[in-house]
């Protein structure tokens, strides 16, 4: 079974732009969830999607946005980017919502922001 | 408030030596508790959850819910084991996990 795929793997952004990233689960899962990785703040919850609802919610501001499709593959997009988005995000998908999946995570995404 | 705290950034032992890494937890309910751990270049993957009571690599944790603590424990460290650990808990009917700073391990040779 193919595991988590995340594109792209780096990304180098400028103040003030938007970006998309993207996380195909592995095929049958139906959840997906979104971290964000920095050295200061370690990882942080970002949101969670289980059947193209949003289930979950971190404390980011409303820049960061998410959606699932019916595919269960996901993208979050963060807008009018600032230094501080710069960080590894990681996507983790799990079977569903139960105690009893394990969730899998990607490769993750570097964003850059200059 | 939810939160997890690991207290040491960084673990270095020697080759052979017991390991136990720290991890202590507030949360009003009853969490699952998770072990994840990171190699050099490797994506993030579970090593342990409370629920399962096993022994994975030789690694074991359990919950203490009087001291709020899911220490990982290894009596002889590995070379292999050099990583990061990341202690995380579970709360609720979702899949959001709440994240310790992590500890590095290093094992000497």
């Known amino acids: 079974k193919a595991g988590v795929t995340q594109t792209p793997r780096y990304l180098i952004k400028t103040r003030g732009q938007q970006v998309t990233l993207s996380c195909s689960p592995i095929s049958g899962h139906r959840s997906v969830s979104w971290y964000q990785q920095t050295p200061g703040q370690g990882l942080q919850f970002l949101f969670e999607y289980f059947s193209e609802t949003q289930r979950n919610k971190g ?55 200059t | 408030a939810q939160r997890v705290t690991q207290p040491e950034k960084l673990l270095s032992v020697f080759k052979g030596a017991p390991v136990e890494l720290k991890c202590n937890y507030s949360y009003s309910g009853s969490p699952e508790l998770f072990w994840y751990v990171q190699y050099s270049r490797q994506r993030l993957q579970l090593l342990l959850r409370h629920i399962s009571r096993e022994s994975i690599k030789g690694f074991t944790a359990d919950l203490n819910k ?13 070379e292999e ?4 650990y990341y202690c995380a808990l579970r709360g609720g009917a979702t899949n959001k996990l709440i994240f310790g700073t992590g500890t590095l391990l290093a094992v000497q040779p």
Do not use: W
């Not at chain 1, 019916?70 to 139960?98: F, H, K, P, Q, W």
């Not at chain 2, 009087?66 to 590995?78: I, M, R």
């Not at chain 2, 084991?81 to 990061?84: E, K, L, P, R």
């Open chain 2, 66 to 78: 009087g001291e709020t603590s899911f220490h990982l424990k290894k009596p002889f460290a590995q």
């Open chain 2, 81 to 84: 084991d050099s990583a990061m």
């Open chain 1, 59 to 113: 404390n980011f501001p409303g820049r960061f946005s998410g959606r699932q499709f019916s595919n269960s593959r996901s993208e979050m997009n963060v807008s009018t980017l600032e230094l501080g988005d710069s960080a590894l995000y990681l996507c983790a998908s799990s079977i569903s919502g139960t105690r009893t999946y394990e969730q899998y995570f990607g490769p993750g995404t570097r964003l850059t922001v």
